[in-house]
């Protein structure tokens, strides 16, 4: 089945490295039918700003792209979107940025807690002095806010904060998802968006995609489709772990997991 990375960064957010055309072309060599560049949105300057692009660099994002979809026209399905940030209080500036284009997806993602960066390496220590629980029920909040604004296509990396190994405590079943987790899910459905399948987790301390096997099966069972995502900050990243995640998709019988295209007004 010709399967699509739809979650794919540029250098313009500073922490990736290789032209998009070189992303395409590890695309291209790894058999996908298509791929869409994901890169993290402008965001209001006193939020992330250093790893992300300024909006004055937003035109170059979407030249540099239109450019490699030319060269690549024919070859392999080019498609452009971004990697949204929730974070409560930007909405209005994320809903500004996402109408000067129409761009084909666009993945929602809590990368914050409060002011705490909490998927940053060089921040770790914090998950130290949290209480773990507590930790995922306020996440899972604000994906469920995320899930709830509107804005978003997807759901990026459910289950981000385990990415250095911090997992979700559970309480007295380790076969049964949080009730914070359901009631994201929950919402996830209810507004018919799709999640981010992202094999970066498997590139981390945590060692497993996001989201966890147990998470795909509840999200599966509320009808929610997956998009598959690298999060390829390299070319050679691009579809990395995708056989595993594939197999794991077909044999729970979920169909959608290919690219989406954003569903409009
Ligand atoms: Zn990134
Ligand atoms: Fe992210
Ligand atoms: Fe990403
Ligand atoms: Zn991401």
Same mark, same amino acid.
């Given at each position: 089945?010709?399967?699509?990375?739809?979650?794919?960064?540029?250098?313009?957010?500073?922490?990736?490295?290789?032209?998009?055309?070189?992303?395409?072309? !590890?695309?291209?060599? #790894?058999?996908?039918?298509? %791929?869409?560049?994901?890169?993290?949105?402008?965001?209001?300057?006193?939020?992330?700003?250093?790893?992300?692009?300024?909006?004055?660099?937003?035109?170059?994002?979407?030249?540099?792209?239109?450019?490699?979809?030319?060269?690549?026209?024919?070859?392999?399905?080019? #498609?452009?979107?971004?990697?949204?940030?929730?974070?409560?209080?930007?909405?209005?500036? !994320?809903?500004? %940025?996402?109408?000067?284009?129409?761009?084909?997806?666009?993945? &929602?993602?809590?990368?914050?807690?409060?002011?705490?960066?909490?998927?940053?390496?060089?921040?770790? /220590?914090?998950?130290?002095? #949290?209480?773990? &629980?507590?930790?995922?029920?306020?996440?899972?909040?604000?994906?469920?806010?995320?899930?709830?604004?509107?804005?978003?296509?997807? %759901?990026?990396?459910?289950?981000?904060?385990?990415?250095?190994?911090?997992?979700?405590?559970?309480?007295?079943?380790?076969?049964?998802?949080?009730?914070?987790?359901?009631?994201?899910?929950?919402? %996830?459905?209810?507004?018919?968006?799709?999640?981010?399948?992202?094999?970066?987790?498997?590139?981390?301390?945590?060692?497993?995609?996001?989201?966890?096997?147990?998470?795909?099966?509840?999200?599966?069972?509320?009808?929610?489709?997956?998009?598959? &995502?690298? /999060?390829?900050?390299?070319?050679?990243?691009?579809?990395?772990?995708?056989?595993?995640?594939?197999?794991?998709?077909?044999?729970?019988?979920? !169909?959608? !997991?290919?690219?989406?295209? #954003?569903?409009?007004?």
């Amino acid at each position: 089945m010709p399967l699509y990375d739809s979650h794919l960064h540029t250098p313009l957010c500073n922490h990736a490295k290789g032209h998009p055309r070189e992303y395409a072309q !590890v695309a291209l060599e #790894r058999g996908l039918a298509g %791929i869409c560049f994901t890169d993290h949105i402008p965001m209001p300057q006193w939020f992330d700003a250093p790893w992300r692009m300024r909006r004055d660099q937003l035109s170059e994002y979407i030249d540099m792209v239109a450019q490699t979809q030319a060269e690549y026209a024919g070859r392999l399905d080019i #498609r452009l979107g971004l990697e949204a940030d929730f974070h409560p209080g930007t909405e209005r500036y !994320v809903a500004d %940025i996402l109408a000067v284009y129409p761009w084909d997806y666009v993945i &929602g993602s809590v990368h914050y807690l409060g002011a705490w960066g909490f998927d940053n390496p060089d921040y770790q /220590d914090e998950y130290q002095r #949290r209480d773990l &629980g507590e930790l995922y029920t306020s996440y899972y909040h604000l994906v469920a806010q995320a899930a709830r604004s509107g804005l978003f296509d997807s %759901i990026g990396h459910l289950d981000l904060p385990k990415k250095f190994g911090y997992r979700e405590p559970v309480s007295f079943d380790a076969h049964q998802p949080s009730d914070a987790v359901l009631r994201a899910l929950d919402a %996830i459905a209810e507004q018919g968006l799709s999640l981010d399948y992202n094999t970066a987790g498997t590139r981390k301390p945590v060692g497993e995609s996001y989201p966890a096997p147990l998470l795909v099966r509840a999200a599966h069972e509320r009808g929610i489709d997956f998009v598959l &995502g690298s /999060d390829a900050h390299a070319p050679a990243e691009v579809a990395l772990g995708f056989e595993a995640v594939h197999a794991h998709l077909q044999q729970l019988g979920a !169909v959608s !997991v290919t690219y989406k295209q #954003r569903r409009r007004a």
